[in-house]
């Protein structure tokens, strides 16, 4: 076993080596030749003699036997040197008829390599006889056969070949015939039959013969058949059909293998000669497929489905043949009924697939029907449903038109698909229907809708440029380019307006866009009227109006209004050191450029030279006292107030209040050094308007005065025991605002309230009064005492 498994080569390893090598390849072929059959392992040959090596070379070479084709047939004793088979073989499966029968094979050595062509000869041995394809064979001989006479006989074969294959045929020795061997072209003998006397039926009607086929092996081997001959009586009467012509009507529709009739003949001999068998005679290829008649019978069937539409009827030719082969003819006219097998036909002539909207009435499709079976069956009905815009109109013929009933609108349907439907009058009904397409082609007729009527957008100022603030969307109802629209800028209603400057919009898909930083408080905002048109021949086009609302940005501080801060000398205010605490010293007045809660603003005291002596209301800027006044506060006072929106950041400014501490009004107030200087430097009009609000001021302390003395006369002759004196001194007027800061800006209104003790009697400034401006609530009159009397206005 493992010298067969290393015999196995790779074939194409071998192949490569004995293309490399083959220089080293003997040139002729050493040739050995073996019986087949002969037993596996039987010795072939001795080739370390053969190829003149010596003792154990092929088993240090690595030889090998390689074979032209997959099978390993042969095997390798490389000790011993012999060539033996490797299985038994069979010549007449290995090679068939062809003779010689070889076998090629190499011999493979390495170390060196070397390589030896070999031809084994399979020799054939006589195992095969010869073998007749039946069993019997049947003759029919006429008794007037005239001597001589061949008749050819089934051959035998046999698988040997040579002198071992067929050779001859004989046959049992008689008295009327013998057996004549006949040689082919392709080698092959056949068997003749010769008659060499005359027949009698009546005196002997039958032969039994045995042909016998013999092969030239030895021992020869052979192969029998029987021969059986008929001696058939002489036949002078022909077979006649019962009826000619035969007639008869088949359904169209009949199945297969159903019977259409049966035909008869007699014939007047007997015996053999009187028995009768049927056939078609001379038929056409198509009446071999349609039709088949039995030959004992005489009875035709149906072998193909019939169609009225293509043959309608039949004319067959029919044969009866008596047993001595004299025959009758006859003829059978089948005619086919016509049944409703074929549904209507509909064929188009012309179509129209795009029909433009609007269009007037339009031919959509020509086209024709048509029904192969006839009568009833071939009448037909042509229609289309009802819910549609669409026509039936005969036109010639068969022939129908499809037209539109009114125009299309392609924005209520823009496609359309019609059954037409065909129907037969037959039984039953059978129907065709073609679907039809029809697209509606657009034409402009719609305008560009928005969305909305109004669209209302909103941009928070100090935008940055082109910013994104919006879109408008239009649509157009047409298709292609009807329904493309471009978006553009329409004029301003207020020329006045730079809507150039402002925004600009993406003709593509409306998008608008901030051309430039908006700012809230020049322009709150602004409309822009757009407009849609579309790309249709005349352009259609529709327009809506964009509402723009800036929405504000914390950008401005607060501004103080009131005391002005404008880098001249400070306003001073005085306060009497008998002020309660809560007296109204002077009230922050400011205003914001925003809206909304960014201009919500609120104060607080950042900054006092004597902190908790006065305070700031956080939501008015009013400055008041926060306890009694005492001897030991400062005269000068200096305030920080801080006034702060309410944005997002918040923004603020602050000013600052200079506040004089003095006895009542009568005490001279003398400017300080430096304020003498700044008002040294103040400029001409600053200085006229000191000496205006000195002068009123002046007037009101006068009046003032008068006023307190007539209260106290009548209070000293009153019941009340109260008493007018007339103060001493009088209020210098110079006791006013005289810094650096100038008069007050807006008009103020003054109370002047008198309690019960005149020493509390108090001059108190209460409230500016600002025109056009929008302050908080009001501001309350303080009044510190319920007997106030007068309210003087100053301006």
Not at 333 to 354: F, G, R
Not at 396 to 409: A, C, G, H, M, S
Not at 455 to 469: D, K
Request: proline content about 6%.
């Amino acid at each position: 076993m493992e010298t067969l498994e290393r015999i196995q080569p790779n074939r194409q390893v071998m192949a490569f080596i004995l293309m490399v090598f083959l220089s080293q390849a003997r040139a002729e072929p050493i040739r050995y030749s073996v019986m087949e059959e002969t037993e596996s392992g039987s010795f072939v040959a001795h080739l370390t003699e053969d190829l003149g090596l010596g003792m154990g070379e092929l088993a240090a070479r690595s030889a090998r036997v390689v074979s032209d084709d997959d099978k390993q047939r042969l095997q390798l004793d490389r000790q011993t040197g012999d060539l033996l088979l490797r299985e038994k073989l069979d010549r007449e499966e290995l090679c068939g008829p062809v003779e010689p029968c070889v076998l090629h094979f190499q011999v493979f050595l390495e170390t060196p390599v070397q390589f030896f062509e070999g031809e084994l000869s399979i020799q054939d041995v006589n195992d095969h006889s010869p073998v007749f394809p039946t069993r019997e064979m049947l003759l029919k001989i006429p008794e007037n056969s005239p001597p001589g006479t061949l008749f050819p006989l089934k051959l035998a074969q046999d698988l040997d070949v040579g002198s071992n294959g067929l050779q001859k045929y004989t046959i049992s020795p008689n008295s009327h015939f013998h057996v004549l061997t006949r040689n082919h072209s392709e080698g092959k003998k056949y068997p003749d039959l010769v008659q060499d006397k005359a027949l009698d039926r009546e005196e002997q009607p039958e032969f039994s013969l045995t042909l016998m086929a013999l092969d030239g092996g030895s021992p020869p081997r052979s192969g029998t058949t029987a021969v059986r001959i008929l001696i058939m009586d002489v036949n002078d009467n022909a077979p006649e059909f019962v009826h000619s012509p035969y007639e008869v009507q088949v359904l169209e529709n009949s199945s297969l293998d159903s019977p259409v009739l049966s035909v008869s003949a007699r014939d007047a001999d007997a015996g053999n000669f009187g028995s009768v068998s049927y056939g078609l005679f001379q038929a056409s290829d198509e009446i071999k497929q349609t039709f088949s008649i039995n030959e004992v019978t005489g009875e035709i069937r149906l072998t193909k489905k019939l169609d009225f539409e293509q043959i309608k009827s039949y004319h067959v030719e029919i044969e009866a043949v008596d047993g001595g082969g004299l025959s009758g003819k006859g003829t059978v006219v089948i005619y086919v009924v016509d049944m409703n097998d074929n549904a209507p036909e509909l064929t188009i002539s012309s179509v129209t697939s795009s029909i433009p909207e609007n269009a007037p009435e339009t031919v959509v499709s020509v086209f024709r029907i048509r029904d192969r079976d006839s009568g009833d069956n071939g009448k037909m009905i042509c229609s289309i449903p009802e819910n549609l815009p669409f026509l039936l109109k005969p036109t010639f013929k068969n022939f129908y038109t499809l037209v539109t009933e009114r125009p299309l609108d392609r924005e209520s349907q823009a496609e359309y698909n019609i059954t037409i439907t065909v129907s037969d009058l037959g039984t039953p009904r059978l129907q065709t229907q073609h679907a039809i397409t029809v697209t509606v082609s657009d034409v402009n007729d719609n305008a560009p809708a928005f969305s909305q009527t109004t669209y209302t957008l909103r941009v928070r100022e100090n935008n940055s440029p082109a910013l994104h603030i919006g879109t408008v969307s239009a649509t157009d109802r047409d298709a292609g380019a009807n329904a493309q629209v471009t978006y553009s800028l329409l004029p301003p209603r207020d020329p006045q307006l730079p809507l150039a400057s402002l925004v600009s919009i993406n003709a593509d898909n409306g998008q608008l866009f901030a051309l430039r930083s908006l700012d809230y408080e020049a322009l709150q905002a602004f409309e822009v009227r757009v407009g849609a048109a579309d790309r249709g021949s005349p352009a259609l086009s529709s327009q809506a109006l964009v509402r723009v609302l800036v929405l504000d940005d914390n950008d401005n501080a607060p501004f103080v209004l009131y005391p002005l801060q404008n880098g001249s000398a400070p306003c001073t205010e005085l306060v009497p050191r008998a002020a309660e605490a809560g007296y109204l010293v002077t009230k922050v007045v400011a205003v914001d450029g925003d809206s909304g809660q960014n201009a919500w603003l609120s104060f607080q005291l950042l900054k006092a030279t004597e902190p908790g002596l006065f305070g700031v209301w956080a939501h008015n800027g009013e400055v008041r006292t926060a306890r009694l006044l005492s001897e030991r506060d400062a005269v000068r006072h200096r305030l920080l107030v801080l006034v702060k929106d309410n944005g997002e950041p918040p923004l603020s400014a602050s000013v600052t209040l200079h506040v004089l501490l003095v006895d009542g009004f009568s005490q001279p107030y003398l400017p300080l050094p430096d304020v003498a200087a700044a008002e040294a430097r103040a400029d001409p009009l600053t200085v006229y308007l000191v000496i205006a609000l000195a002068s009123v001021s002046s007037l009101f302390l006068c009046s003032a005065l008068a006023f307190v003395a007539v209260r106290l006369c009548r209070r000293s002759g009153a019941a009340s025991g109260g008493g007018c004196a007339v103060p001493e001194g009088h209020f210098p007027g110079h006791l006013v605002d005289v810094s650096g800061a100038g008069t007050l800006s807006q008009s103020y209104q003054y109370d002047v309230c008198l309690t019960g003790v005149p020493r509390t009697g108090e001059f108190k400034f209460l409230k500016p009064i600002f025109p056009n401006l929008l302050i908080e609530d009001s501001e309350r009159e303080i009044k510190e005492n319920s007997n106030c009397r007068n309210s003087f206005v100053f301006s």
